[in-house]
């Protein structure tokens, strides 16, 4: 599975961006699918992960309530809409692909797959 992130950009506190992450191969439809991100000097974190069938829905806690992470297996693709965007949103946002997830706790190691990654901008 290769996977290609899109949908970063710049943006002002308050605003909105939907990430997208394409995929590619037949098998994507079973794959859980997962959202981190990595600000600058900080450590990969989880985000947002969603199951094959579109369950079960994970998210960190930092992103309840504004983030949703939404799946089209026809179209081979993973969203995440980020509403309500925060200067501290400010990082790298990597797609992953668990073929037997998404785990609870969230562990970056068991991702088999990763995107390149697409910058997220939020300013004050």
């Given at each position: ?16 961006l ?41 998210y ?17 693709t993973v ?6 965007l ?39």
């Open positions: 599975v290769q996977l290609q992130a899109s949908g970063g950009g710049l943006v002002q506190a308050g605003g909105s939907r990430l997208s992450c394409a995929a590619s191969g037949r098998t994507f439809s079973r794959y859980a699918m997962g959202w981190f991100r990595q600000a600058p000097g900080k450590e990969r974190e989880f985000v947002a992960a969603i199951g094959w069938s579109g369950r079960p829905i994970y960190a806690d930092f992103v309840k309530g504004r983030f949703t992470i939404s799946r089209d297996n026809a179209k081979n969203y995440l809409q980020m509403n309500s925060k200067p501290e949103d400010t990082a790298v946002y990597y797609c992953a692909a668990d073929f037997e997830g998404p785990l609870w706790p969230p562990r970056a190691s068991v991702y088999d797959y990763w995107g390149q990654g697409t910058e997220v901008t939020v300013s004050s």
